[in-house]
């Protein structure tokens, strides 16, 4: 038995700011001091705090290292491990207060959070199912399987409100009763998790899946059990190595335990569960296109009804939910519906786990109980903006959604208020933007990736994306006119009435919210020919102050145009025709005597 | 696995390890000084066997920690024991076999044994 624990975070983020090589060297030190035997070394699941990479987290004392370099080890082995003393200058900032060392709970990005789909995320092993199976795991699929009837699983879930975490917040208990009795007499019915996260910038399943993918098993065992099915699929894409490899993992070790195969706790119920890989395209997150691919077939959409629930997996009805939504199955079963739905609003009961990306100070992943404020969100748990610059908006759902602005900072996150100002809940992605960003640039670049991503198969999207996009662009080149905003406007109408799926009926969506929360910044590029924000770089020019220039030839000389024209000791002046904005001149310049306008 | 009995021995048997893994304000903290008085008089067999004593006799509610010098080098090794509401007991001049007795006679029975705490008159001399 060990009498201190240090907990290595090694989700993706922090295994790509070196968590590994810190791991090896706590293991090295302790041997060198004898303490092998005494202290546990443990490789988990995500901690939430991406930005402050290599993470390490030494129990009993709960003292929480961020940013801990190879370097470092031996000094934390020596003094905390074998001394026990903390080494404080090592500590995440904000457990370090002039009254001594803080508990991490009481941190500012810790503090108003609530987790349930990442319990365990940062607490366990996930490659060792005893660790799991030590905190309640499969407890719930037991319970359920020997003790429960169908019908009782799918009231319970029914009764908790859960809904779809994946972006559309369908009632996950209506699935369940649908995919159960819509087709009576199937001969076989499926299992299928959406693992397949496509938004820019989010990774909230990813983390589940790397930091406690048994909880995922589990879940859908019991989905299994509800509906009647005895096998699932995982679709989850190659893009996620360490995921695919811990939850491979994880479904050999139930197998092992006789908790995935058949006769589960000598129930008689059968369940097994197999992995399939997807190439990365976003349009297989859509569950008809998803389950195309899961079949061999191109990943494209079909249209819909009839709904998976009927005919899914080769035509047989099936259950397909997203991994977040999973997450919270076991904890539903174990702790019942009315816990469940005593966290959150009205209609959307319990938590929600967001990637906040962008221009936050805590980059990372954070869960927090449904109608939490946006602002809670952004300045109380992510720390507000780097740089002391204003927060302009939150982008939500990702190229499906849209952007909630300043004023609507107080917004209570859950589905029907994103809805209702023109953004989604999406999967999770919360992307923070301030005074910096362009809105019409942003919503390019969402145009410019659903462009890549749409399969092809209907016109509305393939060639209506791809006629906004050139407008949008044209509008950042300076090549738009007015008449422009409203043709964009009715071409977003157009693409979101016709398009066959979801991709196409919401990647008008940036562009729509930005046109609503930020008409005038369109109307400022097709009028004045000006970004405010100084990203559309054909809008901006490079200006010489003549009373600020000293003639020292220094910006004519670095200028890869020669577009600066002037003598030696004389003012010197830039050609707009030949300048490419580079900014290579403002750089050089000494007196700073070249400006932006 | 068949059965939820099966499950529930497993749960048990990690239950010492994963149980450490939270903040744990209500337990009881067991803190051996650890600096290079208490490792020089001895300390480190001391909290190994505390550690390991509290784990075989399966007390939870008890966390066996380290820290820095205390201060009285010269009755290392030091224990302290910091009970939610109670006064902090401390233990001098320990050794593998008073620290034996203490976890069985205080952290498992709840008695203090006074005659290797230390009081006034130790610190008078």
Known sequence: MFRSH???????????????????????????????KEVGVTLTGCFGLCALGPIIVIYPEGSFYSEVKESDVAEIVSEHLLKGRVVERLLYHETVSDEGVKSLNDTGFYKKQLRVALRNCGVINPEEIDEYIAVDGYQALGQVVTEMKPEEVIKVIIDSGLRGRGGGGFPTGRKWDLARRLVPDAKQKYVCCNADEGDPGAFMDRSVLEGDPHALVEAMAIAGYAVGADRGFVYVRAEYPIAVKRLQIAIEQARDYGLLGKNIFDSGFNFDLEIRLGAGAFVCGEETALMASIEGERGEPRPRPPFPAEKGLWG??????????????????????????????????????????????????????????????????????????????????????????????????????????????????????????????????????????????????????KRLYEMLDNITKGKGSPSDIDEMEKLCHYIKDNSLCGLGQTAPNPVLSNLNFFRQEFIEHVTEKKCSAKICKELLQYVIIPEKCIGCTLCARVCPTNAIEGKLKEKHVINQEKCIKCGACVDKCKPGAIVQI | MKSLAELKAIKEKMKGQVDMRAENEGNIRVVV?????????????????????????????????????????????????????????????????????????????????????????????
């Open chain 1, 316 to 465: 047989m009805p099936t259950v397909l939910n997203n991994v977040e939504t999973y997450a919270n199955i076991p904890q539903i079963i174990l702790r019942g519906a009315e816990w469940f739905s005593s966290m959150g609003t009205e209609n959307s009961k319990g938590t929600k786990v967001f990637a906040l990306g962008g221009k936050i100070k805590n980059t990372g992943l954070v869960e927090v109980p449904m109608g939490t404020t946006l602002r809670e969100v952004v300045f109380e748990i992510g720390g507000g903006i780097p740089g002391g610059k204003k927060f302009k908006a939150a982008q939500t759902g990702g190229p499906s959604g849209g952007c909630i602005p300043v004023e609507h900072l107080d917004i209570e996150i859950d589905y029907d208020n994103l809805i209702k100002i023109g953004s989604m809940m999406g999967s999770g992605g919360l992307i923070v933007m301030d005074e910096d960003n362009c809105m019409v640039d942003i919503a390019k670049f969402f145009l410019e990736f659903t462009v890549d991503e749409s399969c092809g198969k209907c016109v509305p999207c393939r060639v209506g994306t």
């Open chain 2, 33 to 125: 000084g650890m600096a290079t008085c208490g490792i020089a008089a001895g300390a480190r067999p001391v909290l190994q066997k505390m550690a390991a004593l509290v784990n075989e006799k399966n007390l939870t509610g008890v966390t066996v920690t380290q820290t820095g010098c205390i201060g009285l080098c010269r009755y290392e090794p030091i224990v302290e024991v910091h009970e939610p509401g109670k006064e902090k007991v401390t233990y001098i001049n320990m050794d593998e076999n008073k620290a034996a007795e203490v976890v069985e006679k205080h952290l498992a029975g709840g008695n203090p044994i006074t005659e290797y705490t230390i009081n006034e008159s130790d610190l008078v001399k």
């Open chain 1, 6 to 36: 240090v907990l290595v975070c090694a989700g993706t983020g922090c295994v790509s700011s070196g968590c590994n090589a810190v791991a090896d060297a706590v293991k090295e030190q302790l041997k060198k001091n004898g303490l092998e």
